[in-house]
């Protein structure tokens, strides 16, 4: 019985495997023919669809590199924004960052100490950005941190012509040129900084010393009106230009410039000498003493004043009293070589204005020795011994001779009645 049911089993067993292989050839026969025949086209709308999946998979990767890389690179960890910024320019073929990922990846470089990758950095940027403003500034300051001057200047150059340019830009642009001597490029550079910047007195101290230098004194002082024009109370172009005017002897035009500037500021004693010094070289003396006494009233101790004020009396012809103001400023500072120069001068006018008209006399040539003793004093102030030598040179030829003091061997001091003043 058992083999019975054993056959049995294996013969139900052997039909199931023979079903089963039919049905399996059945559905190869159905089902491999016509495959190539049930294969659908692809509709546009599924082919927008899929790119568009493309295009958002490719934006979030792009948007994560950038993310990553700029939260590193704000953080200051510029070691680990490196690759991402790179990765955000293989992604980012449409620019949407435009030129940040160069100029912060270069940057990046730059601060790690690895200046010739961010020059290279710089360099490619350019060259999918050739009119980036801040590009161009970069690699152009980078340059110069290198002392290659050319190249800088050649950057900077085009940052002025892309977009204008900042008042920096034109700042250091002046100061790449007058290193490289291009004067002229200077001048312009800087002219253009003081229209943008009037108060930039540093640029405007420059820009008159490169006129000076290239002989264009008349186009610093039209420069320096122009910017007076757009600024007319600022004192420090007031003072510029009154100095170059003076410095030129346009006493008038120097006079009307520390006038305002007096009125702007009555206490600024320089500016109030330069009015003085104007009206004594315009001979205008007694104006001269009142500039120069409204010095001593805030300044009582200051000895160049005195002296000025000597020196006007002396033109003036009051010689005693011109004597009493050199005198004060020799009890403040005996080593001031100005005052015994007034002095001297005061000595010398004397004994010119008491001789005029005749011959010179033995009383003469005692006061002319006294001028030259004085100018013998003044020589020990170095700022004062050429001046005093050339009149020593002068007075050699006036002062007594060994026979005239023969001839006077008692006569010590001059006795004529113009020269009474002296001895008082």
Known sequence: MARYERRVLSIRVAGLVLAMLAVLAAVMEQGCAPAAQQQTVMTSEQERARLDSLRKVWEF???KAWSTAYEN??????????????????LDTTHVFKDLPYRYLADSYFRLGFPDSAEIV?????QVFPQSQQLHRNLGYLYMGREQIPEAIEHYEKVVTVDSGTVDDYRILGNLYVRNNQLDEAIQAFEKVIQLDPSDDATRKALAQLYKSTGRTDEAIAAMERALEADPQNRRLLYDLGKAYYDRQDFEAALAKFNRLYELNPDDMDVLMYIGDCYSELEQYQKAIQAFERVLQKDPRNTRALCEIALAYKELGQFAKARTYANRALQIDPNFGMAYVARGEIYQAAADKCSSGRDVKFDDKLVYKLAYDEFQKAKQDPAWADYAQRMISYLQQLIPTKEDYFFHPDQKEARLDCYSWIYR
Request: no cysteine.
């Open 61 to 63: 990767e792009r948007n």
């Open 73 to 90: 690179y704000k953080n200051k960890l510029y070691d680990r924004s490196i690759r991402p910024f790179w990765e955000v320019l293989r």
């Open 122 to 126: 710089y360099k490619l940027g350019l």
